[in-house]
């Protein structure tokens, strides 16, 4: 730094972790809404008469604009106009996309089957417009607050704050009031919170642009630095044409293919192979009488823990005082734990709190591999682990029946859930220079919607097609229901007692002959995963040609970069 130039805001510590926290918001809010359906799955076929493949139909067209290039506008717009204008603009348009579905299912515009599907798949698409671009704009800029500084671990954590909202979404939904309306009107609401956060963020970023501007003017003046070549449409078709990038870009498709649309249905597939409850039964931590409100408090409080574990120690100064700051971190965790073990008993039985074990151990694991990846590289090795996990993970859940194997599958797919995105995300920051940052995310992420619509919608396809019989006897079970003049709460209710063996109902037992077969379905994942290893060693074999250092350490300097 010359005598020239100034300190900015972002060389305050206080400062970067502000911003990380008024931006990251709007990620929880969004990840939560993105996934928060995967715990009303049973509730929505009971109360709203949806099929499988209507539900995989409404999460599936989320993706289509998405598909179609609206991505890659934003990362145009971003590249162009900056974070404030794209943040503002997409973090609206998801925020409307979900007050819409939110009235869709509340029936605002008509409470016909086929109405309130359109009206919410309209409202999710909306959201899934903004969504991709709002990850993009909390990406960018944490490379833009932390570059040269902790940038995997603000990248990891930023991750966190999202897989903290998918994991709340999950388990927490189902429990709002027991009916669909309210945890959508509720998800959307969030959204609306969180981007009133990120306008607040907006007088940061406008105040530091002013001292970065300032200081590159000094510096160009002295003739220390060039001015940075603007962006420019050609640099899309040079990103496509480096090896390490497309590889890195498929990786993302394979990767995540294999892991969101799995979330959407795993409560469901606990509930059907695993015999889990779909209703959270009585007892478990609760506030001021509420079990929701507990429930949240835990998942923050984990997420606090995994945040300590990761920065503490790497800010003592000494190895004694590491080593007594762990013992102190993972005894106070242990003994939460215990404090707390009957609620987590209750939720190691419920299909959607168990499930949520997968962005859960993000949330544990992300800051832990951020910090690693910044300290020891390893990036493209980490990659290739990640993606064996994922093959475990979906081999536990489709070929065996074993509720031990179960829990392994969801834990380690949420290691790996953790550990690609957290060596992934900054390796694109080494790969691509940081003005055309907002293009090579938004591309990587228009690739990936393509192989999330498909899959999204192909699992609920899928499913119904395998399980026919299944779902004619539902259909069946339904309209006797209905023809005996219960409406859709009374037989959500009466499904669930006939679920329940302690109970006995006089409609029957919920037999197998109600219960889906997952066995395909899931199988299909495990394909993903081998080409998932596959493109990691491809990007660790470029990466040894195009010398862009991803496996040394953040700050490291690579022997032969070529950024794009």
């Not at 990380?20 to 799955?41: C, E, H, N, P, R």
């Not at 348009?93 to 086929?114: D, K, P, Q, R, W």
């Not at 498929?250 to 469901?268: E, N, R």
Request: aromatic share 12%.
């Amino acid at each position: 730094m010359t005598d020239t130039t100034k300190k900015t805001l972002k060389d305050s510590a206080a400062m970067r972790w502000l911003a990380l926290i008024l931006v990251s918001g709007l990620m929880l809010a969004t990840y939560w809404f993105q996934d928060f359906f995967s715990g009303l799955k049973d509730m929505m076929e009971t109360q709203m008469g949806f099929t499988s493949e209507e539900f995989g139909r409404l999460i599936g067209l989320t993706t289509i604009a998405n598909m179609f290039g609206m991505i890659i506008v934003g990362g145009m717009i971003l590249d162009k106009w900056g974070i404030r204008i794209a943040g503002l603009a997409f973090g609206s348009l998801a925020v409307l996309g979900g007050a819409i579905t939110a009235m869709g299912a509340a029936g605002v515009f008509g409470e016909a089957h086929s109405t309130q599907l359109t009206t919410m798949i309209i409202g999710r698409i909306l959201f899934g417009s903004g969504l991709e671009v709002v990850c993009v704009v909390a990406t960018t800029t944490m490379v833009k607050w932390f570059k040269g500084y902790e940038l995997a671990l603000a990248m990891a954590i930023n991750m966190g704050f999202g897989r903290l909202g998918s994991a709340m979404g999950i388990a927490l939904s189902p429990d709002i009031s027991g009916t669909v309306s309210p945890a959508v009107t509720f998800a959307a609401a969030l959204m609306g919170v969180t981007l009133i956060m990120f306008v607040i963020y907006v007088f940061f970023d406008i105040k530091l642009d002013k001292q970065l501007q300032a200081n590159k003017a000094a510096e160009i003046t002295e003739g220390n630095q060039e001015e940075e070549e603007e962006f420019k449409f050609s640099d899309l078709f040079k990103l496509l044409r480096n090896k390490s990038f497309i590889y890195i870009a498929l990786l993302c498709v394979a990767f995540y293919a294999a892991v969101f649309p799995f979330i959407q249905y795993a409560p469901d597939l606990l509930i059907n192979k695993f015999n889990f409850t779909s209703v959270l039964p009585e007892g478990g931590f609760q506030i001021n009488g509420s079990t929701s409100f507990g429930t949240a408090v835990i998942y923050i409080g984990l997420f606090i823990y995994a945040l300590m574990f990761s920065i503490v120690p790497g800010k003592m100064k000494t190895a004694s005082k590491k080593t007594l700051s762990v013992i102190l971190i993972v005894g106070s965790f242990a003994l939460l734990a215990y404090l707390l073990r009957d609620t987590f008993a209750i939720w190691f039985k419920n299909g959607s709190k168990t499930a949520s074990l997968i962005p859960l151990g993000t949330i544990i694991f992300t800051p832990i591999f951020g910090n690693y990846v910044d300290r020891k590289g390893k990036a493209a090795s980490l990659m290739i682990l990640g993606s064996l996990l994922l093959i475990f993970a979906h081999l536990s859940l489709s070929v065996f029946n074993n509720v031990i194997l179960a829990y392994s599958g969801l834990i380690s797919l949420g290691i790996a859930f953790s550990l690609v995105p957290a060596a992934m995300w900054p390796s694109v920051a080494k790969i691509v220079s940081q003005n055309r940052l907002g293009t090579a995310y938004s591309t990587m992420f228009t690739i990936q919607n393509w192989g999330l619509g498909a899959f999204f919608w192909g699992i609920g396809a899928l499913l119904q097609a395998v399980n026919p019989k299944v779902v004619a006897n539902r259909q069946a079970l339904n309209a006797k229901l209905e023809g005996l003049g219960l409406s859709q709460s009374e037989i959500s209710q009466e499904i669930i007692k006939m679920k329940d063996p302690n109970i006995i109902s006089e409609f029957g037992e919920y037999t197998q002959q109600y219960i889906y077969d997952y066995t395909i379905p899931i199988f299909i994942l495990v394909i993903c995963g081998v080409i998932s290893i596959f493109l990691a060693y491809k990007l660790k074999q470029a990466d040894k040609k195009q010398g862009y250092g991803l496996e040394l350490p953040s700050g490291a300097e690579a022997p032969n970069a070529e950024n794009n």
